[in-house]
């Protein structure tokens, strides 16, 4: 038998294969978009992909379970609470896939959703390992706040919190304490709030150092969890419901994708009368030096696909522009990681702009910040920890949008993260909307010399 464990750093995401070495066949769980490195491990394994398992529609990235299907036949299993329109079959407790010796039972642990399963697996009749989904991570446990079902909110937050509450304590913290725990999610996923920065525990370690699996009362519980979680990105609801459906195959989709063209004036003159974002994915200074109008820097990195989604919104088209045509393939199949790919108008590689951004003059700056309009695109609780600049105005990047009016445009503004990532898409931003009615800077990494470590 072997376990084997892949990791989108992008995404913070987990997926697994679970290999039976003498029945030459493998069980996926929660694979990524791109199914091409499950089918290589197949082929390196020499054996047929005979099952995938969803632990749960995904909020944050989508999966390949629909494709994976089509070109396998592997039957898909998911809770009968999914209602899924694509063909599978229904995996809720009591029931089980028997691979060999090895023996992969379901459990219902509703709380991140209300749909969540979790796959305990035994071989040869003894608790090896627990695949928790969204439900357990690594010194954390799912967030309960991402299922309206039209209803409200936070009413079903707390529901979901509540289920939360029994189903670690009654489903999984009784699991043997040498039960190796393999999650969806590690740090840096929306899903949680503090999660470790490890890609596997175990059931007595979690039960040791994991807040949510402390004595404490259910209301305790519950408070604690629904208090200061992370913003929920706006193609969350979008990659749920695309989840539930299926995607259509990744290559394919990627290929659909309009991309390579070069950008002349009458084509400028075109787009622009589109009024579309365009977002411009190479580093800063070039951007800087010059970038096309309306364009938001969203440079290409770990959190590019996550904010992606969250200034984009779902259906809304937009243009992509990197600096090459590798880097613009990799942001490409990256839109696409999260459902994305359909909504690009066209791609193109730019080598020059005539639209330029003056860089921030540090020491002007410093002992003068009075001078300037300082936004801060932190979120909400980076600010509580720390507020870098006393008379700053925090409207977080994920809001940023829909709250330009709202800044003053009666001196230079300035913007700021806490490291210089957030504040190029942000400074871009605001540059864009207001179309040159007042100087925007982008602080970038010289915010580092305002925060206390």
Not at 356 to 379: L, M, P
Not at 423 to 446: H, M, P, Q, T, W
């Given at each position: ?113 209300p749909d969540s399963i979790s796959i305990l697996l035994e071989h040869d009749g003894k608790q090896k390992a627990v695949f928790t989904g969204d439900t357990l991570f690594i010194g954390d446990c799912g967030r309960p706040d991402l299922r309206e079902d039209g209803g409200d909110a936070k009413t079903v937050a707390n529901k979901l919190a509540r289920q939360m509450y029994h189903s670690l304590r009654n489903k999984l913290i009784v699991l043997q304490d040498d039960a190796i725990v ?272």
């Amino acid at each position: 038998m072997e376990i084997k464990q892949w990791e989108d750093k992008n995404l913070a995401q987990f997926s697994y294969g679970i290999f039976s070495n003498c029945e030459k066949k493998i069980i996926l769980i929660d694979p990524a978009r791109n199914p091409r490195q499950y089918l290589d491990y197949a082929k390196e394994m020499e054996a047929e992909i005979t099952g995938i398992i969803e632990t749960h529609p995904h909020a944050d990235f989508v999966s390949s379970h629909l494709e994976l299907h089509q070109i396998t036949g592997a039957t898909i299993y998911a809770s009968r609470l999914v209602n899924p329109a694509y063909p599978h079959q229904t995996f809720d407790e009591g029931q089980f896939i028997q691979l060999g010796k090895i023996k992969l039972l379901a459990f219902n642990t509703p709380g991140h959703s209300p749909d969540s399963i979790s796959i305990l697996l035994e071989h040869d009749g003894k608790q090896k390992a627990v695949f928790t989904g969204d439900t357990l991570f690594i010194g954390d446990c799912g967030r309960p706040d991402l299922r309206e079902d039209g209803g409200d909110a936070k009413t079903v937050a707390n529901k979901l919190a509540r289920q939360m509450y029994h189903s670690l304590r009654n489903k999984l913290i009784v699991l043997q304490d040498d039960a190796i725990v393999y999650p969806t999610h590690g740090a840096g996923t929306l899903c949680g709030k503090a999660l470790s920065e490890a890609s596997s525990s175990t059931i007595g370690e979690e039960k040791k150092t994991n807040w949510s699996l402390q004595q404490q009362t259910e209301e305790e519980f519950v408070s604690k969890l629904l208090n200061e979680q992370p913003f929920v990105p706006a193609y969350f609801p979008f990659d749920i419901e695309l989840n539930k459906k299926g995607a259509l195959p990744f290559k394919e989709s990627i290929e659909k994708v309009k991309a390579g063209a070069a950008i002349n004036a009458e084509k400028l003159k075109q787009i622009n009368k589109q009024n579309l974002w365009m977002i411009d994915v190479r580093d800063q200074s070039a951007y800087k030096e010059g970038h096309l109008p309306g364009s938001i820097n969203l440079m290409e990195g770990e959190k590019f696909d996550t904010w992606l989604g969250s200034i984009i919104q779902p259906h809304e088209r937009f243009y992509l522009v990197a600096k090459d045509t590798d880097q613009l393939q990799d942001v490409i199949e990256r839109a696409a990681a999260i459902g994305y790919e359909s909504q690009i108008v066209e791609a193109f590689v730019l080598e020059a702009a005539s639209e330029t951004s003056d860089a921030i003059n540090i020491s002007k700056f410093k002992g003068h910040e009075d001078a300037y309009t300082i936004i801060d695109v932190r979120n909400t609780n980076e600010v509580k920890e720390q507020k870098v600049f006393e008379k700053s105005i925090n409207i977080p990047l994920a809001d940023l949008r829909d709250k330009i009016s709202e800044i003053p445009t009666n001196k230079p503004v300035v913007v700021h993260c806490a490291s210089g990532y957030r504040s190029a898409a942000g400074s871009s931003l605001i540059e864009s909307k207001l179309d040159g009615r007042v100087n925007v800077f982008d602080l970038g990494e010289a915010v580092k010399e305002y925060i206390k470590e």
